[in-house]
């Protein structure tokens, strides 16, 4: 599991989803995420999946990601962070 820490009005991207996670707000022990996603992708509150499903298959039963082209993603998610485009230089 990945653990980060955010901000409100900051983001977690996964460009390789198409997925942005927003912290809109944070009061006391609520924060309010906003989900942008495509709408092939289902998102769920955890309490909503039955009791005996896992929320997340096991990693050796999950497909492997398809890295999507940078063109096909929208704008809105082509600012990457400092990390982010370190680890993209790295890759070149």
Not at 47 to 72: F, M
């Amino acid at each position: 599991m990945l653990v980060l820490s955010r901000r409100s009005n900051e983001k977690i991207v996964l460009p390789d989803l198409n997925i942005c996670v927003h912290v809109l707000e944070i009061k006391g022990d609520r924060v309010r995420l906003g989900f942008e996603a495509p709408p092939s992708v289902t998102i769920l509150r955890g309490e909503l999946i039955p009791g005996d499903q896992p929320a997340v298959p096991p990693v050796s039963e999950q497909p492997a990601a398809t890295p999507v082209p940078l063109a096909a993603v929208p704008p809105l998610l082509r600012k990457p962070s400092t990390v982010m485009r370190t680890a993209l230089a790295a890759k070149r």
